[in-house]
Protein backbone atom coordinates (compact mmCIF):
# COMPACT_ATOMS: atom_id res chain seq x y z
CA UNK A 1 0.00 0.00 0.00
CA UNK A 2 1.01 3.46 -0.53
CA UNK A 3 2.15 5.83 2.30
CA UNK A 4 2.99 9.23 2.57
CA UNK A 5 6.17 10.42 5.00
CA UNK A 6 6.64 14.22 6.30
CA UNK A 7 9.38 15.52 8.62
CA UNK A 8 9.73 16.91 11.05
CA UNK A 9 6.57 16.99 12.62
CA UNK A 10 7.40 19.95 14.52
CA UNK A 11 9.95 22.75 14.06
CA UNK A 12 10.45 26.39 15.75
CA UNK A 13 13.17 28.80 13.60
CA UNK A 14 13.89 31.76 13.84
CA UNK A 15 13.00 34.81 11.39
CA UNK A 16 15.47 35.13 9.02
CA UNK A 17 16.72 31.33 8.69
CA UNK A 18 16.56 28.84 5.70
CA UNK A 19 13.68 26.03 5.73
CA UNK A 20 14.03 22.85 4.56
CA UNK A 21 10.83 20.20 4.67
CA UNK A 22 10.88 17.09 3.14
CA UNK A 23 7.98 14.36 1.94
CA UNK A 24 8.55 11.15 0.30
CA UNK A 25 6.16 8.87 -0.65
CA UNK A 26 6.16 4.94 -0.99
CA UNK A 27 4.07 2.13 -3.01
CA UNK A 28 3.66 4.25 -6.19
CA UNK A 29 5.31 5.79 -9.18
CA UNK A 30 5.22 8.94 -10.85
CA UNK A 31 2.68 10.10 -8.24
CA UNK A 32 1.36 14.23 -8.66
CA UNK A 33 2.67 15.84 -5.65
CA UNK A 34 1.57 18.84 -3.81
CA UNK A 35 2.53 21.33 -0.72
CA UNK A 36 -0.12 23.18 0.96
CA UNK A 37 -0.53 25.28 4.12
CA UNK A 38 -2.81 25.63 6.83
CA UNK A 39 -3.46 29.09 8.46
CA UNK A 40 -4.55 27.96 12.18
CA UNK A 41 -8.99 27.88 11.60
CA UNK A 42 -8.46 28.36 7.65
CA UNK A 43 -9.04 26.38 4.92
CA UNK A 44 -5.85 24.84 3.01
CA UNK A 45 -4.03 26.87 0.81
CA UNK A 46 -2.19 24.99 -2.10
CA UNK A 47 1.40 26.46 -2.30
CA UNK A 48 3.09 23.89 -4.94
CA UNK A 49 2.42 20.90 -7.04
CA UNK A 50 4.30 18.57 -9.54
CA UNK A 51 3.76 16.38 -12.25
CA UNK A 52 6.53 15.13 -12.50
CA UNK A 53 10.33 15.10 -11.66
CA UNK A 54 11.78 18.38 -11.78
CA UNK A 55 8.44 20.00 -12.75
CA UNK A 56 7.36 22.25 -10.44
CA UNK A 57 4.30 25.00 -10.53
CA UNK A 58 3.91 27.28 -8.05
CA UNK A 59 0.36 28.59 -7.06
CA UNK A 60 0.71 31.56 -4.86
CA UNK A 61 4.32 33.78 -5.32
CA UNK A 62 6.00 34.06 -2.07
CA UNK A 63 8.95 33.34 0.37
CA UNK A 64 8.93 29.49 -0.87
CA UNK A 65 10.04 27.06 -3.35
CA UNK A 66 10.07 24.12 -4.01
CA UNK A 67 11.91 20.79 -5.84
CA UNK A 68 11.48 17.75 -6.68
CA UNK A 69 14.45 15.83 -7.14
CA UNK A 70 13.54 12.06 -7.25
CA UNK A 71 9.99 10.66 -8.31
CA UNK A 72 8.87 10.32 -4.79
CA UNK A 73 10.72 13.42 -3.61
CA UNK A 74 9.08 16.67 -2.90
CA UNK A 75 10.94 19.43 -0.96
CA UNK A 76 9.56 22.65 0.38
CA UNK A 77 12.52 25.40 0.97
CA UNK A 78 12.92 28.84 2.04
CA UNK A 79 15.98 30.85 2.07
CA UNK A 80 15.02 33.56 4.72
CA UNK A 81 11.67 32.81 6.96
CA UNK A 82 9.38 35.42 7.43
CA UNK A 83 7.12 35.35 10.78
CA UNK A 84 4.21 35.16 7.95
CA UNK A 85 5.62 31.59 7.30
CA UNK A 86 4.35 30.57 10.14
CA UNK A 87 1.57 27.26 9.94
CA UNK A 88 0.89 23.91 9.06
CA UNK A 89 2.76 22.60 6.51
CA UNK A 90 1.10 19.42 4.27
CA UNK A 91 2.42 17.71 1.65
CA UNK A 92 0.09 15.20 -0.59
CA UNK A 93 -0.01 13.22 -3.38
CA UNK A 94 -2.58 11.41 -5.86
CA UNK A 95 -1.94 9.32 -8.20
CA UNK A 96 -2.49 10.11 -12.44
CA UNK A 97 -5.77 8.33 -13.27
CA UNK A 98 -9.18 9.13 -12.86
CA UNK A 99 -10.65 9.23 -9.39
CA UNK A 100 -7.72 9.68 -7.65
CA UNK A 101 -8.26 11.68 -4.73
CA UNK A 102 -5.54 13.22 -2.43
CA UNK A 103 -3.85 11.66 0.26
CA UNK A 104 -2.12 13.53 2.64
CA UNK A 105 1.02 13.08 5.28
CA UNK A 106 0.60 14.14 8.64
CA UNK A 107 1.89 17.64 8.19
CA UNK A 108 4.75 19.87 9.80
CA UNK A 109 3.79 22.76 12.43
CA UNK A 110 6.31 25.30 12.04
CA UNK A 111 7.01 27.92 14.36
CA UNK A 112 9.12 31.59 13.13
CA UNK A 113 10.21 33.53 16.41
CA UNK B 1 -13.23 25.56 -9.98
CA UNK B 2 -16.48 24.60 -8.92
CA UNK B 3 -17.21 26.69 -5.12
CA UNK B 4 -18.65 24.57 -2.20
CA UNK B 5 -20.86 25.97 0.57
CA UNK B 6 -21.43 23.86 3.68
CA UNK B 7 -22.61 24.53 7.29
CA UNK B 8 -19.68 26.39 9.56
CA UNK B 9 -20.00 23.92 11.97
CA UNK B 10 -22.90 21.14 13.48
CA UNK B 11 -23.45 19.30 17.01
CA UNK B 12 -24.67 15.92 17.40
CA UNK B 13 -25.03 13.06 19.69
CA UNK B 14 -23.34 9.81 19.75
CA UNK B 15 -25.03 7.03 18.30
CA UNK B 16 -26.66 9.15 15.94
CA UNK B 17 -27.00 9.72 11.70
CA UNK B 18 -25.12 12.97 10.89
CA UNK B 19 -25.96 14.29 7.50
CA UNK B 20 -23.63 17.22 6.17
CA UNK B 21 -24.74 18.85 3.29
CA UNK B 22 -23.14 20.49 0.65
CA UNK B 23 -24.19 22.62 -2.56
CA UNK B 24 -21.77 23.22 -5.38
CA UNK B 25 -24.35 25.02 -8.18
CA UNK B 26 -21.65 25.48 -10.72
CA UNK B 27 -20.01 22.04 -10.80
CA UNK B 28 -18.83 20.92 -14.04
CA UNK B 29 -19.57 17.78 -15.97
CA UNK B 30 -16.24 16.46 -15.30
CA UNK B 31 -16.11 17.03 -11.87
CA UNK B 32 -16.41 14.79 -8.85
CA UNK B 33 -17.21 15.50 -5.63
CA UNK B 34 -14.77 14.68 -2.53
CA UNK B 35 -15.64 14.81 0.85
CA UNK B 36 -12.34 14.59 4.11
CA UNK B 37 -11.78 14.23 7.63
CA UNK B 38 -9.59 16.19 9.46
CA UNK B 39 -8.61 15.92 13.20
CA UNK B 40 -7.00 18.17 15.02
CA UNK B 41 -2.57 18.49 13.96
CA UNK B 42 -3.11 15.80 11.14
CA UNK B 43 -3.25 15.99 7.77
CA UNK B 44 -6.42 15.89 6.35
CA UNK B 45 -8.25 11.88 5.09
CA UNK B 46 -9.93 11.11 2.24
CA UNK B 47 -13.73 9.30 3.15
CA UNK B 48 -15.31 9.16 -0.27
CA UNK B 49 -15.74 10.18 -3.31
CA UNK B 50 -18.62 9.92 -6.13
CA UNK B 51 -20.00 11.37 -9.23
CA UNK B 52 -23.80 10.68 -9.29
CA UNK B 53 -26.04 8.66 -6.98
CA UNK B 54 -25.05 7.41 -4.06
CA UNK B 55 -21.85 5.51 -3.20
CA UNK B 56 -21.01 3.93 0.34
CA UNK B 57 -17.84 2.30 1.33
CA UNK B 58 -17.27 0.91 5.31
CA UNK B 59 -17.25 4.90 6.84
CA UNK B 60 -19.82 6.68 5.05
CA UNK B 61 -22.46 6.90 2.50
CA UNK B 62 -22.65 10.07 -0.33
CA UNK B 63 -25.74 11.14 -2.12
CA UNK B 64 -25.28 13.44 -4.90
CA UNK B 65 -28.93 14.23 -6.85
CA UNK B 66 -29.26 14.27 -10.59
CA UNK B 67 -28.69 17.52 -10.86
CA UNK B 68 -25.24 17.12 -9.16
CA UNK B 69 -25.36 20.75 -7.58
CA UNK B 70 -25.35 19.62 -4.14
CA UNK B 71 -24.39 16.38 -2.07
CA UNK B 72 -24.62 15.22 1.42
CA UNK B 73 -22.16 13.31 3.26
CA UNK B 74 -23.80 10.49 5.77
CA UNK B 75 -22.17 9.44 8.53
CA UNK B 76 -23.69 6.37 10.39
CA UNK B 77 -24.16 6.38 14.00
CA UNK B 78 -21.42 8.93 15.01
CA UNK B 79 -19.28 8.32 18.19
CA UNK B 80 -17.00 10.83 19.98
CA UNK B 81 -14.19 9.92 17.92
CA UNK B 82 -15.80 11.38 14.48
CA UNK B 83 -15.69 14.78 16.15
CA UNK B 84 -13.42 16.75 13.45
CA UNK B 85 -13.78 18.88 10.65
CA UNK B 86 -15.49 17.56 7.16
CA UNK B 87 -14.27 18.98 3.84
CA UNK B 88 -16.40 18.96 0.72
CA UNK B 89 -14.28 19.27 -2.79
CA UNK B 90 -15.18 19.58 -6.14
CA UNK B 91 -12.33 17.57 -8.41
CA UNK B 92 -11.85 17.15 -11.78
CA UNK B 93 -10.70 13.94 -12.50
CA UNK B 94 -7.73 12.85 -13.70
CA UNK B 95 -4.10 13.97 -13.74
CA UNK B 96 -3.22 17.30 -11.78
CA UNK B 97 -5.50 18.34 -9.53
CA UNK B 98 -6.35 21.97 -8.41
CA UNK B 99 -8.53 21.40 -5.47
CA UNK B 100 -9.80 24.31 -3.07
CA UNK B 101 -10.34 23.89 0.17
CA UNK B 102 -12.93 25.75 2.72
CA UNK B 103 -13.18 25.83 5.84
CA UNK B 104 -15.08 22.98 6.38
CA UNK B 105 -17.62 22.11 8.23
CA UNK B 106 -16.46 21.01 12.32
CA UNK B 107 -18.41 18.07 13.81
CA UNK B 108 -18.77 18.28 17.21
CA UNK B 109 -19.98 15.01 18.88
CA UNK B 110 -21.96 15.21 22.05
CA UNK B 111 -21.73 12.09 24.28
Known amino acids: SQTIHQWPATLVQPVGSPLSLECTVE??????LYWYRQAAGRGLQLLFY??????ISSEVPQNLSASRPQDRQFILSSKKLLLSDSGFYLC????????????FGDGTRLSIL | LAKTTQPISMDSYEGQEVNITCSHN???????ITWYQQFPSQGPRFIIQ???TKVTNEVASLFIPADRKSSTLSLPRVSLSDTAVYYC????????????FGIGTKLQVIP
Open chain 2, 89 to 100: LVVLSGGYQKVT
Open chain 1, 92 to 103: AWSGGGQDQPQH
Open chain 2, 50 to 52: GYK
Open chain 1, 27 to 32: GTSNPN
Open chain 2, 26 to 32: NIATNDY
Open chain 1, 50 to 55: SVGIGQ
